[in-house]
C-alpha cells in the first residue's frame, strides 16, 4: 500500500483555520486520498475523500497539489470539538484490484490540539 | 438511531478464557469489518466480510473466529484469550465494494478489552 507521512501533531486555537498536512510520493494514478478522524475514546469517522480536484464538505475542505505528491486537509474554524488524530489513507479505487480493496491503512496521523 | 454499534463496550477476562464481541449495523450496508488498535494507538484491519463472504483476513491468529450471521451481524469470538489480546476492537460498516469509488467506512463505538 502506498504510504503516507504527517507530522507527529499539531496546535491550533480556538476559531482559527489549520491546515494539516500529508505528504504521498508515492501516490498511483487510482490511489484516492482519504481523510478520517478520531476523537477521544471513539471510533474513527470519515472526514473527506478526494481524488485530483479540491473537495469541500461540511466538515472540513481537501486540497490536492497538483502532481498529487501532497494534499492538505483544512478545517475552517477550529472549535474544541475537532481535537483529534487525523488520519490520511490513500486507498485504491475497487477496480484497480489493489491490495487496500476493501480495508483502510491507518498511519500514526497527526494529533491535533486546540486550545481555547 | 445508533448506524454501528458493539457490545459489549468494556470486557474485562482472564487469560484463557473464550469471549465474543457483538456488532451490528442498521446502514444497510453488504460490507462489514473488525479492526484492532493496540495500546500505542495503531489501527489495524483483522477482517472484512462482504455480503457474509470473508474477504480480507489479515494474519490474524485462528483464535480469533468472526461469525456473519447475516448481512447486518459480523461477530467477533475469541478461544484462549491471552494478555496480548488486551485492545481496543472496533467494527466498521460500509457499502459493498466495487461500486465506484471506495466508499466510507462508518465505525462502531468500541470495545475495549483487558486480559488479566
Known amino acids: 500500500d502506498a504510504k503516507t507521512t504527517q507530522p507527529n501533531s499539531m496546535e491550533s486555537n480556538e476559531e482559527e483555520p489549520v491546515h494539516l498536512p500529508c505528504n504521498h510520493s508515492t501516490i498511483s494514478g487510482t490511489d484516492y486520498i482519504h481523510w478520517y478522524r478520531q476523537l477521544p475514546s471513539q471510533g474513527p469517522e470519515y472526514v473527506i475523500h478526494?481524488?485530483?480536484s479540491n473537495v469541500n464538505n461540511r466538515m472540513a475542505s481537501l486540497a490536492i497539489a497538483e502532481d498529487r505528491k501532497s494534499s492538505t486537509l483544512i478545517l475552517h474554524r477550529a472549535t474544541l470539538r475537532d481535537a483529534a488524530v487525523y488520519y490520511c489513507?490513500?486507498?485504491?479505487?475497487?477496480?484497480?484490484?489493489?491490495?487496500?480493496?476493501?480495508?483502510?491503512?491507518f498511519g500514526q496521523g497527526t494529533i491535533l490540539t486546540v486550545h481555547p | 438511531d445508533t448506524a454501528v454499534s458493539q457490545t459489549p463496550k468494556y470486557l474485562v477476562t482472564q487469560m484463557g478464557n473464550d469471549k465474543s464481541i457483538k456488532c451490528e449495523q442498521n446502514?444497510?450496508?453488504?460490507?462489514m469489518y473488525w479492526y484492532k488498535q493496540d495500546s500505542k494507538k495503531f489501527l489495524k484491519i483483522m477482517f472484512s466480510?462482504?455480503?457474509?463472504?470473508?474477504?480480507i483476513n489479515e494474519t490474524v491468529p485462528n483464535r480469533f473466529s468472526p461469525k456473519s450471521p447475516d448481512k447486518a451481524h459480523l461477530n467477533l469470538h475469541i478461544n484462549s484469550l491471552e494478555l496480548g489480546d488486551s485492545a481496543v476492537y472496533f467494527c466498521?460498516?460500509?457499502?459493498?465494494?466495487?461500486?465506484?469509488?471506495?466508499?466510507?467506512?462508518?465505525f462502531g463505538p468500541g470495545t475495549r478489552l483487558t486480559v488479566l
Open positions: 489513507i490513500l486507498r485504491d479505487a475497487p477496480y484497480a484490484g489493489g491490495t487496500s480493496y476493501g480495508k483502510l491503512t
Open positions: 478526494g481524488l485530483t
Open positions: 446502514l444497510g450496508h453488504d460490507t
Open positions: 466498521a460498516s460500509s457499502h459493498a465494494l466495487g461500486r465506484g469509488p471506495p466508499d466510507t467506512q462508518y
Open positions: 466480510y462482504n455480503n457474509k463472504e470473508l474477504i
